[in-house]
């Protein structure tokens, strides 16, 4: 049977301004670590002030949250001053007080509670019961233990988060009760289900640390296409810049994602990306996951043993970060910078080797490598590899000519010339992406795979303006608006690049009319 389970407290004075604001954020993080544990959250008593509780004052605005068992959820159950949602708040507690006397809740979690007025008499039934406790709140937490409550977690809340006072307290409790848990960490939107992410080695995401980077790289590109504009010229070291640091940038988002403790991931690899950031992006990648790594571990162990929430976001944020970056520093950060600039050399290779060929075969492979899976995987860090180098990609060109403008070329030509009307409004708002957005080329999904010759067509549009990406010897990036891209190419080559986009659309709205009529034709034979 699940140990019952009772929140309580108010949003605080410190705590306000770390996570105590955030009632919704509190309870998801708190429902997610206690189902992991089996435990069921039972009963809350939530006082929220619209300020920090040490600016506020008797007649400020307040919000008095309980729980709803039918939605199992919280909701505003009383609204006023401050000074009257207390007086409400006493009422709940009363309830919570007999509950806790009947032996129908098991323990109490709670963050910066009024031991002396609103939660006086639930503390007061937890005492006698000797349930055990754990909370945060440096001045409540110490009245509450001189009340003789069984306390079994204490801490203050500087520091903390939403999720780490979640992990320390089912921590505590589940270690009370000798309950099997692993915390929940990563996305914790759906409880249970999630449990599974506790395996840190589940959460490395290369597709997701890249793709979150990715604004990154296109500041970085951004800025080198604005300093070719007369008097824009220091923008180039802006750039020169943005290429120093981001291995910063991917180093913090890696340890963020891995770790699952938002901002002491953060910290963590931003601590390791600065010590290691001669590694390069592959460097940022590789040394941020270790960061994360470390920093799960680190704050699992410090859980277990009870250290306070303050200590275990300092030792986790802070020793994870300065040992994964020692070790960037020392051992990693060579190697990868290493096998990064070689996978540049062999990309440059291919080019001089046949730079028409090259372009070809990558123009016709990237369908069907979006289509497998492998692009966002294998393609686009190999796009920001080409990027950080030099500001440019051979491969980002191929993405914009071959991808983005073919899916424009064909939904472009369904929605001039489609097969029947349906077609035409599904067509729109993809071009409208792809040409406003330089996004969205999936667009061009349905009308591919209705279609064996549209489908060829798209091959062979990437194809040719591959050939003439390689011909031209573009480089560029994607992920911009189309109209932009021209003049983010290398200098000179902005009319090249514009001739390749045209070419790619223009054979792929060509190519997909005529498939249109012609099975139009077949159909109504």
């Given at each position: 049977m699940s140990k019952k389970i009772a929140f309580i407290g108010s949003s605080g004075g410190n705590l306000f301004k770390q996570g105590g604001n955030n009632i919704a954020g509190m309870m998801k993080e708190i429902l997610a670590q206690t189902g992991a544990?089996?435990?069921e959250v039972a009963f809350v008593q939530y006082v929220m002030a619209s300020d920090s509780l040490d600016v506020v004052g008797a007649d400020s605005p307040a919000t008095l949250y309980t729980w709803n068992a039918d939605t199992k959820s919280v909701e505003a159950s009383f609204k006023g001053t401050l000074a009257e949602v207390n007086e409400e708040a006493k009422k709940v507690d009363e309830e919570l007080a007999g509950l806790i006397s009947a032996g129908q809740i098991d323990g109490v979690m709670f963050v910066s509670a009024d031991a002396k007025g609103t939660n006086n008499k639930a503390f007061a039934a937890a005492a006698e019961k000797k349930i055990p406790m754990a909370g945060t709140g440096g001045t409540g937490v110490a009245y509450v233990q001189s009340m003789g409550c069984n306390v079994i977690s204490a801490s203050g809340t500087t520091g903390t988060t939403n999720r780490t006072r979640a992990v320390a307290f089912t921590t505590a409790l589940s270690k009370n009760w000798n309950i099997k848990y692993r915390p929940?960490?990563?996305?914790?939107?759906?409880?249970?289900?999630?449990?599974?992410?506790?395996?840190?080695?589940?959460?490395?995401?290369?597709?997701?640390i890249m793709m979150t980077s990715l604004p990154a790289f296109i500041a970085m590109a951004l800025c080198l296409a604005c300093s070719k504009i007369p008097g824009c010229d220091p923008l180039s070291g802006l750039f020169d810049t943005l290429v120093t640091y981001i291995p910063v940038?991917?180093?913090?988002?890696?340890?963020?994602?891995?770790?699952?403790?938002?901002?002491v991931g953060v910290v963590a690899g931003i601590i390791a990306g600065v010590l290691a950031m001669d590694g390069g992006i592959i460097g940022g990648l590789v040394i941020g996951i270790l960061a994360g790594v470390f920093a799960y571990y680190i704050s699992l162990f410090c859980y277990r043993r009870n250290i306070p929430?303050?200590?275990?976001?300092?030792?986790?944020g802070g020793i994870s970060g300065l040992a994964a970056g020692l070790i960037g520093m020392y051992i990693l950060a060579p190697i990868c910078l290493w096998l990064g600039n070689g996978i540049c050399d062999v990309i440059n290779f291919c080019i001089?080797?046949?730079?028409?060929?090259?372009?070809?075969v990558a123009g016709l492979l990237i369908w069907p490598a979006i289509i497998g899976g492998v692009y966002h995987a294998a393609i686009l860090p190999i796009v920001l590899l080409e990027i950080e180098a030099t500001g440019f990609s051979f491969l980002g060109a191929i993405d914009m000519t071959g991808l983005v403008m073919v899916s424009a070329g064909i939904t472009l030509a369904n929605i001039f010339f489609p097969k029947d009307k349906g077609q035409a409004a599904a067509a729109l708002p993809g071009f409208v992406i792809n040409v406003g957005f330089?996004?969205?080329?999936?667009?061009?999904?349905?009308?591919?795979?209705?279609?064996?010759?549209?489908?060829?067509?798209?091959?062979?549009?990437?194809?040719?303006s591959g050939a003439l990406v390689g011909l031209f010897d573009v480089k560029g990036t994607a992920y911009v608006p189309s109209f932009m891209a021209p003049f983010m190419a290398q200098e000179g080559k902005e009319i090249s690049f514009l001739i390749c986009m045209l070419v790619a659309a223009g054979l792929a709205f060509v190519i997909t009319v005529a498939a249109n009529k012609f099975e139009s034709k077949k159909a109504a034979a």
């Open positions: 544990a089996e435990m929940v960490i990563g996305n914790t939107g759906s409880g249970v289900a999630e449990q599974n992410s506790g395996n840190v080695w589940k959460r490395v995401n290369i597709r997701g940038v991917i180093c913090a988002i890696a340890a963020k994602q891995v770790s699952g403790l938002d901002e929430g303050t200590t275990v976001n300092i030792c986790s001089d080797f046949n730079s028409i060929l090259a372009g070809a330089g996004t969205f080329v999936e667009a061009a999904y349905p009308f591919m795979f209705a279609s064996k010759l549209v489908f060829a067509g798209s091959l062979i549009s990437a194809a040719v």
